[in-house]
Structure formats: C-alpha cells, structure tokens
C-alpha cells in the first residue's frame, strides 16, 4: 500500500514534474488554477524542447472515446469529452464516429464496450452485424471480416483529436497562467536519501540539480528508467505509419469514422492535414534494455527493463516490416484502391505506451520514498483524459483518488511478472515481438 501523503507535503511549496506529455502538463495545469497551490512553485522538466518529438502525446490524432469494457473510465471520458465538445481545444476535435470491431475472441470487448456507452445514455449508437454492415456505416470498399471486422457498432458520439495541436493549445493555456517555469532537460537520476527514504528532487546528466518538496514521476514509458517499474509498468513499441493524401481523398474519408478493428488492432483514423493515418493497437514491440537500477547506490548493480528506442535515438528507424505489411494489408483491405502497390507509406514511427498489466494507470505516491509521487501508465488510452487527467491526479494526489479507481490506480500490492498480464482486453494481433529482432529480420527489406 502507498504512503499516505505525509502532511508536511499536502500543500508542498514546490512541486517538480518530471515530462510535459498529457499526464505532467495537464497536472501543471490543474495545479496553476487551484487556489490551494497558489503559494507552491511549479516546475516542468522535459528531455526534449516542447513539444517532445517523440513523446506519446504528440501525433497527429488520437482517438477520443468513451468505449471502454470498463465502465469506470467510459465515465471518466464521457465526462472528459464534454470538455473537448465544449470549451477544451475545441479547434483540434472532431466527432466523426469511430467503429469498434472483431471477429475474434476481442468481440468481448465490444459488446461491453457497446454495453456501457449505452448505460451512460449514448443514442448515437449503431450495431453492425457483418462485414458488409461495417463496410456501409464506414464508408469502406472491402468487405472482408479480416480487415472490417465481422462484428461491432459505431458510436457516432465518439471523435478523434489533433494531438498535437490540442498539446500547444493546452500549453498556451498553462503559460498564461504565468505560475509555471518550463526547463528543457533531462533528468538521470532521483535525489534519493536512502537513510530517510526521502526524494528531493533530480540530479541531471551535468550533476547539476533541481530540488523540490514534491517531485512528479509523468515520464510516459521512460519512466522506469527513473524509479524501478519491474512488474509493474512496461514500455510497449506501437506501430504507425503514415500516406500522403489528395485534398479530395481527405475531404471524403475525413467524413467517415474511425475504424478499430481490435481483433489485430489495426485502425485507421481520417485524413489530417494531407496524411492518413494507419497504425496498431496492439501488444507491441518489447525493447528489453540493461541499465544501472535506478534506485540503487550502487553503480554496479543493474536491471533489465522494457524501454523506449525511437526516431531522436536512432533517426533512420522505421516500422518493422511485419509492422509496415500489416498496416498496408489493413489498408488493403479496407480501401484497396488507396492502396496500391505503387503509393507507399512515406513515413512510419514507433510509438511507445507506457502499459500496466491490466490497462489501469499508475497515479500515487511512491510506497518507499516520501516526496515522490508517480502518474503514468498510459496503457495506450490516455490522451482522451487531457482535460481532466491532471485535476485527477491533483485529487490523488490530496489522498482524494476518485472512488472508482480506488484499488486501481494505486501502487500496486505486488509486482507480477509481466508474462502474466491479463490486459484489458483490448490488444490482438501478435505478442512477445523484440524490437531488435523485428528490426534484424527487416533489415534490405524496406
Ligand atoms: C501510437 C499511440 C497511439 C495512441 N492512441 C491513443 C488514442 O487513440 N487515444 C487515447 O486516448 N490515447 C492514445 N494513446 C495513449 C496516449 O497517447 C498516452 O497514454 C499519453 O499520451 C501518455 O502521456 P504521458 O504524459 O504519460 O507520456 P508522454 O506524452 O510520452 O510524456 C512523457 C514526457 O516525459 C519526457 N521525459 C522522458 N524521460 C525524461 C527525463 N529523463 N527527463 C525529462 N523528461 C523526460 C518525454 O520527453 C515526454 O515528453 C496512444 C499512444 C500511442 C503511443
């Protein structure tokens, strides 16, 4: 079980948040406009000059939606997508639908999924009963089960987000506030006094340091190289890949939902400026990396842990080719005539989830250290909490987790080896892929 947040840091007179992706900036956020912070300092610490080009929160869309098997955060995002229908970014959101499918055991998630949006009183909702159904409610030229799914429905109440844009207008926000000083680098390691299990801030790759009363764990799936995350948060490569679009092709497709068949996890989101979207929610790619465990005094000591590897490590990386052939086989499928042979995808990159072994995220205070508070594990559906994470975690934060994520979002009892996840249910398509060895079996063939 967590520490409860000693009383001397309930209100810390500073808080530093290590990352600016959806979970640290929106806490930067809900702390700049809550009177009871008024006389706390905050501080942004982020590797990468914002916004991160390779943070999870930047992209160019992200489904926002409250179809969900879990009825706790259909809720949640119900009541977060009234703020993006309403007054949150409000330029970067579209309703266009988005089509939830399978056709195999994932057909579980669906009809739960269907099941909750319909108990919070969507009307908007349309069952689809086979592959051609899918086809005539998506607007799609295939109509075979593989690529559309053999059942699902369409919640047209569902949209998808400009990610990035929606990332700058928040941080607009937060910079008229004026409370909070932004810093542009990265963190090495936690000040940790080990004869008081105390945390005080972080040391940098200079050594130079940057001390808080409060210190803010939102380092999406870098996290655990920060504090040990071992059976409990892992890094998870995603799949995308991107085709530039005509401006009618854009104009037609953007009317049409998103489609997610979660059988492979394949998805296709509407054309945004120019490019179309294909990529996988899936069980990922695993990068296993041997570094000095985090928490030790002992520079010797080591641990092996998924971490992320992307585009700013290595700028020729690209989709795996199993990757790349099957977002080109889900287009295939679905719009085979924008998939031709000759229209490659021009671009593609790795995206990293930060996943939990059931899907919940992780927002608590650290149960050894006193001073360190941790809020990640995204888990892949994160960004759709933008406007109302950060108020959550603050809550959290005040001992005052939300009744439905008690026992859920908190540190976990025990740590599980991570062969023994159950997820949420939402992953298909293949598991256990090591990057590096997708990456070797790739190699002349892209
Ligand atoms: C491909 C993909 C598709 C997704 N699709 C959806 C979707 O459709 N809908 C949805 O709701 N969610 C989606 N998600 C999930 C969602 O985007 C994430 O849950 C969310 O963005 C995570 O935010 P974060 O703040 O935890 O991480 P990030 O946005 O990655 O932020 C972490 C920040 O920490 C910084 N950092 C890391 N290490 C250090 C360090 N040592 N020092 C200083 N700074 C550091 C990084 O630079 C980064 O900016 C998707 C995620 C991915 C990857």
């Known amino acids: 079980m967590a520490l409860a947040p000693p009383a001397s840091v309930e209100i810390p007179s500073s808080v530093l948040i290590i990352g600016s992706g959806a979970f640290g900036l929106s806490t930067a956020w809900s702390l700049s406009r809550n009177p009871q912070f008024k006389d706390t300092s905050i501080t942004v610490v982020d590797r990468q000059p914002f916004p991160s080009p390779d943070g999870s929160s930047i992209d160019a869309s992200r489904i926002i939606r409250p179809d969900y098997a879990a009825a706790r955060y259909t809720r949640l995002a119900a009541i977060a997508q009234n703020r993006w229908r309403t007054d949150f970014a409000r330029e970067h959101y579209q309703e266009v639908g988005l089509a939830v499918t399978a056709w195999g055991p994932e057909q579980k998630y669906v009809s739960e999924s269907l099941a909750n949006v319909r108990a919070i009183g969507t009307d908007k909702v349309e069952v689809l009963n086979s592959a051609e159904d899918i086809a005539r409610a998506c607007g799609l030229e295939g109509k075979d089960p593989w690529g559309n799914g053999c059942t699902g429905y369409v919640n047209w109440s569902s949209g998808w987000a400009d990610a990035e844009g929606a990332m700058m207008w928040l941080r607009e926000e937060v910079e008229k506030l004026d409370r909070v000083k932004f810093m542009t680098k990265a963190a090495k390691k936690l000040l940790i006094d080990h004869k008081t299990n105390t945390v005080s801030g972080i040391r940098f790759h200079d050594s130079s340091e940057l001390r808080a009363d409060l210190t803010i764990l939102a380092a999406g799936a870098w996290t655990a190289s920060l504090i040990d995350l071992r059976g409990i948060c892992k890094a998870t490569g995603q799949a995308l890949c991107y085709m530039p679009i005509s ?168 740590r599980i080896p991570e062969e023994k996840w159950a997820g949420d249910g939402s992953r298909g398509g293949p598991m256990c892929m090591i990057l590096k060895d997708e990456m070797a079996k790739s190699r002349g063939k892209l």
Request: proline residues 10%; contains cysteine; negative net charge.
């Open 247 to 414: 401006k009618e092709e854009e104009a037609a497709l953007g009317k049409q939902p998103t489609i997610l068949n979660l059988s492979h996890g394949l998805f296709m989101i509407p054309p945004h400026k120019g490019l179309l979207k294909v990529a996988r929610h899936g069980h990922g790619y695993l990068n296993p990396t041997t570094i000095p465990h985090p928490e030790s005094e002992d520079p010797h000591e080591t641990i092996t842990i998924s971490l992320p590897y992307t585009h700013m490590d290595d700028p020729s990386q690209a989709v795996p080719e199993e990757g790349q052939r099957q977002c080109r086989d889900f287009l295939a499928s679905i719009h085979p005539s924008i998939a031709q042979p000759s229209r490659p995808f021009t671009k593609s990159k790795i995206c990293w989830y930060t996943d939990t072994r059931d899907g919940d995220f992780l927002i608590d205070y650290h149960p050894k250290y006193k001073g360190l508070f941790v809020a990640t594990g995204g888990s892949g559906h994160g960004f759709k909490f933008l406007p109302v994470i950060g108020d959550s975690i603050v809550e959290c934060m005040q001992g005052r987790t939300p009744e439905a994520f008690k026992g859920r979002w908190e540190w976990p009892v025990e």
